[in-house]
């Protein structure tokens, strides 16, 4: 049996751009919840594609679902496994 690794630095950055997507997304909704102008281009950079013409709304969504696709549990190298 595999052991799989959960905690990554790469997770991390992941779950900071799901943060970012789902707060644009609740801030439709909810007006307590504030999104600046930069935090908007901080989502755009992270799409993957192109966002032209796309709604703020796609923007945050297809972010998500970049980051779920990523998010496969990788196995863990056993000690001394290389590369």
Known sequence: MAAFTINTPMESTS???L???LRVLTSRYDRTVKVSDSEIETLR???RGNAAGMSLDDL???VIQ???NERTI???KAK???A
Do not use: I
Request: glycine content about 10%; overall charge positive; proline content about 5%.
């Open 80 to 82: 001394g496994e290389s």
């Open 74 to 76: 990788r196995p863990k």
């Open 15 to 17: 779950n900071d751009r």
């Open 66 to 68: 970049q980051q779920l």
């Open 19 to 21: 943060k970012l997507a």
């Open 60 to 62: 945050a969504v297809g």
């Open 45 to 47: 950079s992270y799409f």
